[in-house]
């Protein structure tokens, strides 16, 4: 039998390999045999009875653990099988911590070591504290858009909206007794999140030809409780095609991938990022789209089961109950299964799902099996839909989606100047569909009207 996840095969013994040991109980345990060769061939051992004393003792010495060890004999042969449990407790050989995956050894550093602790205390990273920041960094209008949310989703009772900050921090366990604020509370409620995380932005990039001729590209940044919304709204005015069909008299829009599929593998890669790692991309080229996110699968999880009925184990644990309070997301373990049915109820491919860099990548196709007769409205350009009409309407569902965006980010948005969406936005309130309340600095944009 070859060496495999919980096999692993040594000719005699040596002291390091209490190193094998300790990655065994630390992941789902394991077997060492002694007295056998890397090919499963029983070569023996001379010296087993004093190791029999021997390996139990140094084991306990060395790592706190009992092992089991037993003789077998094979054509009078004698060899050890050394039975290791899996722990519940980290475990370290000289202050180093080891781990088994697939059939090597591998030491534990950096972020894959806080994973791997906050995973043995059963914690997830969402749920650290982070120190110098304050309610102070908290965006109350934020956390009302998530209440009004999550009431409207029946997950929170109507009088939540009373509660104070630290109140609603404390049933949805972003605060600690002290004040601190968790990961989970900056990340989804700040009104910076990238000055404690620098990675917790959406990158999206237009490509041409190949990987080499980047045409254009936007960065997402800000909460990434609204964070799918704002990649939408930037998807649908700047990089996606848009089809117009009829329902008897009344026009429709589709866009060129389901908008619900986007939606669904968007908010999937915002929930389950790994925030300590890089950027989410999404890379836009004429015949498919590919979103990658950091972070692995668990391990008793593979690609393969993903695309079939699995139990939901959210990276962070916390961010995903804050997203389902807000009826943003259902924790079933269904995202792949509703993107799959929107993309063939669109005559689309099923998406393609490989495990890449650390992350997993989603590929969509645009290719239908059975092509719409009319025409794009437009074409994915190195500029937004031309006109003030269609600037008009890009100001409407960005505040729609964010009630204090800034001209800053309007801008940005339309790929536009500031002064320009300053004349926008005047010709918008002499039409009376928005209107300021309070002043520039505190206050927020209301819809009077539709546009339509």
Known sequence: MPEQQNIEYKSSWRDEYIKWICAFANAQGGRLFIGVN??????????????????????????GILVDVNLHHKNK??????????????ISYLGVYH???????????????????LKKQGRSWDELLVENASLKDIDGQTLKYFVSKAIISNR???????????????????????????NAALLMFGKNP?????????????????????????IIDGNILQMADKVLLVLRSKYLKSF??????????????????????????????????????????DDKLILWNEGKLPEDLNVKQLKGKHPSKPRNKNIAGIFFKA?????????????????????????????????????????????????PKNEPKNEPKNGQENRFELIVESIKSNY???????????????????RDIQKLKELNVIRRVGPLKGGHWEIVQDLR
């Open 38 to 63: 890397d090919q499963g061939d029983v070569i023996g051992l001379s010296d087993y009875k004093k190791l029999m004393d021997d390996i139990p003792n140094k084991v306990i010495s060395l790592l």
């Open 77 to 90: 042969k004698k060899y050890l099988e050394i039975n290791v449990q899996p722990s519940s407790v980290p």
């Open 99 to 117: 781990y088994r995956s697939g059939s090597t050894k591998q030491e534990l550093k950096g972020n894959a070591l806080q994973h791997f602790l």
């Open 156 to 182: 929170l009772s109507a009088d939540a909206k009373l509660d104070s900050i630290k109140s609603m921090f404390d049933k949805l366990n972003l605060i600690a007794a002290n004040g601190q604020l968790t």
């Open 194 to 218: 990238q000055r404690f995380f620098r990675e917790a932005y959406f990158k999206i990039g237009r490509f041409g030809k190949d990987d080499a001729d980047l045409l254009f590209q936007d």
């Open 244 to 285: 117009i069909r009829y329902e008897g008299l009344i026009r429709v829009e589709d866009l060129e991938y389901p908008e619900e599929a986007l939606r669904e593998a968007i908010l999937n890669a915002i929930v389950h990022k790994d925030y300590t790692g890089t950027s989410i991309q999404l890379s836009i080229y």
């Open 327 to 375: 009826g943003f997301i259902e924790i079933w373990g269904r995202g792949i299964a509703k993107i799959n049915t929107a993309l063939t109820n669109a005559r689309l491919p099923k998406m393609e799902i490989d495990e890449l860099a650390g992350g997993l990548q989603l590929t969509f196709f645009n290719k239908r099996t059975n092509e719409p007769k009319n025409e």
């Open 404 to 422: 204090q965006v800034s001209i800053s980010d309007l801008a940005l948005q339309a790929n536009v100047s500031k002064i320009t969406v300053r």
